[in-house]
Structures are given as structure tokens and as C-alpha cells.
């Protein structure tokens, strides 16, 4: 019916058939915006929709007071822009299998010789490179201009957040001397240091702060305005390619220090491993690293070195067969603190000692953690049933670094040391100084 209505002059319409008029289309325009700017399908031209608009915009100002509460004329200009238009990927963004262990890393390396069927005493040469904990991007640029960038979304297809990588200096945005169409992968990430002062900066600001800097670059890499982007100190560690109009490396080796020439930051910390002993031992000397480095890490990435090899190779379900993550055990977790005990050292000294639901640290299982002393447990104001960080590094005994006061039950209680012995039953006593 309101077809017919969109055909009649508005000069003849009458007061109800506006009404009528001006509801389908504010119904119609919510439509065709939430198809767009959502789902990223528009029904109809960008000609058509404007038409739209500018008929209820005539209607409206022929008749003022019909102009409806939830009318497109008040979104004019704002489009309800509530999300990023998408990039399909010319080759898929891919995903990486996991390793924990050694025997893992052995399995890996194995799997490649037997698929290459390699002789026993040919080396299998591997980049290992830190694995940065940010979000990865695809910079796609023709005839040495940066045309777009996405994130990896489903790994198919991506948000187009060119707007955003156009802002972040460390990206070039013209190269020199690359293949006409070339794709460069690489990781967004923000540095611990400028973590820390936005943090600073938007706690001053009484705004929102990040729980971490993978957080931290995430939340400023997709905002709809770029010019919040703009204003945050992000970085970028280039790592792999998309499509590529013509091969220009034989080897990962070889790629990263051709990213490296175009101007892209590349990781210094790079290494090539002839076996899995000299992988493990780097692997070892990166997780020393890894408090010390500017940046966050959650394991290493191993990359078979030969091209011709990784291009036999191929992928599994959506992961190279040629590349693996070796992760880093978390260090710190959180749990929830069921009970403090007392633990009577050999000297009668009394220990609060945490007792938690088991959670996995570093790559083992703690139910326990120290709580040090009354001090430390009053300073913390740590109580039976919070929810607590712990953290576990090295062979330390387990620590409970802070509480989670917002998930604290109701009816919680301070702790307070016992006034008797648990075990023999005499009077506590706090020594001058303890
Ligand atoms: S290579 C086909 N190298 O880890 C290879 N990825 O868990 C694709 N990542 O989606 C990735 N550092 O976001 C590669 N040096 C590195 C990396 C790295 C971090 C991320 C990347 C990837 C995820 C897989």
C-alpha cells in the first residue's frame, strides 16, 4: 500500500495518508540502515535508499507535526554507524596450531619430514619468532599504495579498519620496489609502556581503562571514529604475506628482511633452529626474556625456513602445516580463594595460606598459595570466598597477588588470624617486629 502512497505527490496527500507514509518509512529506512551498517547487505542502491530519505524529509516538512519520535530525519548525517563494512581476504588469514611441550614441538617436526619425506640427516631449518600478543591485520597495497586493511575476523573475511591502520605511523604508507600487489600480515599491538600511560591518562580522564594492552589495542585499533585511533600508540611487528602479485623471498628468513627493507617493523627477536634442541633452548632464553621485553608475548612461532618446502606443506583445516605456536604457560590465573588455613611452621610461626579452587599457572595445577602474614592479608583484605589473581613464577611457592573486589559474595568477612595455636591450642602471640 504505501507504494502506491510513495507515488502520490506530497502535495496531495492528506494528513492521514502521511502519517501512514511517514511510519512505513521510518520503518523501511531503520530496515535498509540495520542491513547496512549491521549486516553489511544493503537491499537497495545508495540512489534509491537517498530517495527514500528525501521523501520522508518533503513529507515532513509539509506536515511538521507528524514528524514522528523516532524519525531518520534525527539520525541524518550520523548514520547509526554500528560497525565496520567488510574485506573478504584474497587468501584466507590462517590460524595457527598449538604446541605445549617439547614432545609437541618433536611431533611437528616429525610430521614435516614425513610429509616432505626427508632423509634423516636433512635439516629441517625453522624461523622461530616471538609470538605478540595483539591482533592481526592484513595490509593489502597495489602499485606500492597502502588500498585497504582488515582485521581477521572469521580468517575469510575481515573489518575493513583502513581509516584506523592509515593513522598508526609505523605502517608505510607508500613502498618502493615491492610487487605490484602485495599483502603484508603482521600483528597490532601496543607496548607495555604505552599501556601503562594510557591507563594512567584515561583514569585521570575518568574514562574507561584496559585490563591489558592486548585489550588496550583492540579496543583503540576498532573504534568507528579514527581519529581516536589517531590519538593512541599502537605498533605494529610485520610477520607473513597475503597474496603477492610475484614471490620475491625463498625463504621466511628472507621475507621478514624483505618486509624489513619496505619499511615495516620487523621482530628483532628471530632466530633460525636447525633442530629441536637449538628450538627448545630458544624457546628457554625468550620466556627468560620475556618480563624484560617492551612488548606482551604468549609463545614462540616456528616456521618451516623453505618456501618450496612450506608450499608443499600447505594447510590442515585452516592451519599451515608448516607453521606451529609453542605457547608460553600463563603465569598468573584466577580462581576463587575457598578457605585460609593456618600452616604452624617448625619454629611455631603462623602462616595464612590460601586455599583455592585448582586452577592451572604456568602450566601446573595450584590449589594453595602463601598469604605471607596477618599484615599481608590485611593489606590485600583478602577473605574467604573472593575471587583472587595468583600468580606463580618459576618454582616460587604460588602467591595470591590481589583480590577482585567486585565479585566479592555479600555476606564476606575480613580475615583475622586466630587468637590460639591450631595445633597446640596455646594463645597466638605477635612478636615485636613480625
Ligand atoms: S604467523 C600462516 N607469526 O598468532 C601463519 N602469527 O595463533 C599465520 N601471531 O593469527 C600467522 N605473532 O595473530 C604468525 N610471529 C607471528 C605471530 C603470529 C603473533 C598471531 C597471529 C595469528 C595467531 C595464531
Known amino acids: 500500500m504505501h507504494d502506491d502512497l510513495r507515488a502520490t505527490p506530497v502535495e496531495d496527500l492528506t494528513p492521514l495518508d502521511a502519517a501512514v507514509e511517514l511510519a512505513a518509512l521510518a520503518k523501511d529506512i531503520a530496515e535498509h540502515d540495520r542491513r547496512y551498517y549491521q549486516d553489511d547487505a544493503p537491499a537497495v542502491s545508495d540512489a534509491d535508499y537517498d530517495a527514500l530519505r528525501h521523501r520522508n524529509q518533503v513529507i515532513e516538512e509539509r506536515f511538521p507535526e507528524l514528524i514522528r519520535a523516532d524519525s531518520p530525519s534525527n539520525r541524518v548525517g550520523a548514520a547509526p554507524a554500528q560497525g565496520f563494512s567488510k574485506i573478504l581476504h ?17 611431533e611437528f617436526l616429525q610430521r614435516i619430514r614425513r610429509f616432505l619425506s626427508l632423509a634423516d640427516d636433512e635439516p629441517v631449518v625453522v624461523v622461530a619468532e616471538t609470538k605478540i600478543d595483539g591482533l592481526s591485520v592484513s595490509l593489502r597495497y597495489v602499485e606500492g599504495e597502502l588500498v585497504s586493511g582488515a582485521t581477521r575476523g572469521d580468517g575469510e573475511t575481515g573489518e575493513d579498519i583502513t581509516r584506523n591502520l592509515k593513522t598508526i605511523a609505523e605502517i608505510p604508507q607508500t613502498i618502493v620496489g615491492a610487487p605490484a600487489v602485495l599483502e603484508v600480515r603482521g600483528e597490532i599491538f601496543m607496548s607495555k609502556e604505552d599501556f601503562a600511560a594510557l591507563n594512567a591518562a584515561q583514569e585521570a580522564a575518568g574514562e574507561k581503562v584496559f585490563a591489558n594492552p592486548r585489550n588496550a589495542a583492540a579496543g583503540s585499533l576498532r573504534q568507528l571514529d579514527a581519529s581516536i585511533t589517531a590519538r593512541r600508540p599502537l605498533s605494529l611487528f610485520a610477520y607473513a604475506t597475503g597474496e603477492v602479485s610475484e614471490e620475491f623471498a625463498d625463504s621466511q628468513w628472507g621475507l621478514l628482511d624483505a618486509l624489513a627493507g619496505w619499511g615495516f617493523p620487523v621482530n628483532p627477536e628471530r632466530r633460525r633452529c636447525a633442530d629441536v634442541i637449538e628450538i627448545l633452548e630458544n624457546y628457554d632464553r625468550i620466556e627468560a626474556l620475556r618480563a624484560d621485553l617492551p612488548y606482551d608475548i604468549d609463545g614462540m612461532v616456528y616456521k618451516v625456513d623453505r618456501m618450496d618446502w612450506q608450499r608443499r606443506l600447505g594447510q590442515v583445516s585452516r592451519a599451515p602445516r608448516w607453521a606451529i605456536a609453542h605457547k608460553f604457560a600463563a603465569e598468573k590465573a584466577q580462581t576463587v580463594l575457598e578457605k585460609i588455613t593456618i600452616q604452624v611452621g617448625r619454629t611455631g610461626t603462623l602462616t595464612p595460606v590460601a586455599n583455592l ?29 573472593d575471587t583472587v589473581i595468583i600468580q606463580r613464577a618459576g618454582d616460587v611457592i604460588p602467591q595470591v597477588v590481589s583480590v577482585i573486589v567486585e565479585k566479592r559474595p555479600r555476606e564476606s568477612q575480613a580475615f583475622h588470624m586466630p587468637e590460639v595455636c591450631p595445633e597446640c591450642g596455646s594463645s597466638a602471640v605477635r612478636e615485636e617486629g613480625e
Do not use: I, Q, W, Y
Open 90 to 106: 584474497a587468501r584466507p588469514m590462517l590460524s595457527l596450531a598449538n604446541a605445549f611441550n617439547a614432545e609437541d614441538v618433536t
Open 357 to 385: 579452587r585448582p586452577v592451572t599457572v604456568g602450566g601446573v595445577v595450584v590449589s594453595r598459595a602463601t598469604l605471607h602474614n596477618e599484615d599481608e592479608v590485611a593489606r590485600k583484605d583478602v577473605r574467604e570466598g
